[in-house]
């Protein structure tokens, strides 16, 4: 499960880095925590406990579309690669894709992270319900109060798409993900089930 808390430290949290590029004379910004390389280790570390219970098997499911969705975001992030070569077909093609790409990922960025509040919520839920088998009741109770305040987060980032809410929800996510990975790390590192 260690594997799973380092992936969500990534998919968790943002720390971009803007510098200047002059093969296209703008300024770039890429996330040095990329969500596509959290959500691989999540995959992984997931792989194993998709048999525990049916909500281990849904946060697989949703780590694994996120995959997907990130894997595209990262791809289109770094197309300025591309730009020397773009007299070349073929890298036409590709700057052309990774444009809508791009375009598609910039106008949702607040229903991505909403899906990522999703896989929250079921990863709190997986937990939640493993240690109400082993009658860990303060535990249980603490992974039913993550789960509801992500399903919360969820709607807000779904809401923060259309509406831009007057704070920024980086003030709630941000120390709920810290609260959030110390305390599962100390709840699982003692589960038979998640080494």
Known sequence: MSIVIVGLFF??????????????????????????????LIWFGLEKTVNINRWFKESHLVATGMLIITFLSLLSSLSFFFSPMIDHPDVKIFLSFFTIVNMIVGRAGSLIFAVTMVFM?????AIGYLMQQKEKNFSCVLMYFFS???????????????????????????PLGIVFLLSSYFITEKVDELK
Do not use: H, M
């Not at 919520?121 to 839920?125: A, E, I, V, Y």
């Open 11 to 40: 998919a968790l949290f943002r720390f971009d880095y803007a510098f200047f590029s002059q093969n296209i004379d703008t300024t770039v910004v890429i996330d040095v925590l990329p969500d596509f390389l959290g959500y691989l």
């Open 121 to 125: 919520f079921t990863l709190c839920s």
């Open 148 to 174: 509801v305040a992500y399903t919360v987060l969820a709607v807000a980032y779904g809401i923060n798409q259309f509406i831009n809410l007057p704070f920024s929800l980086e003030w709630v996510n941000i």
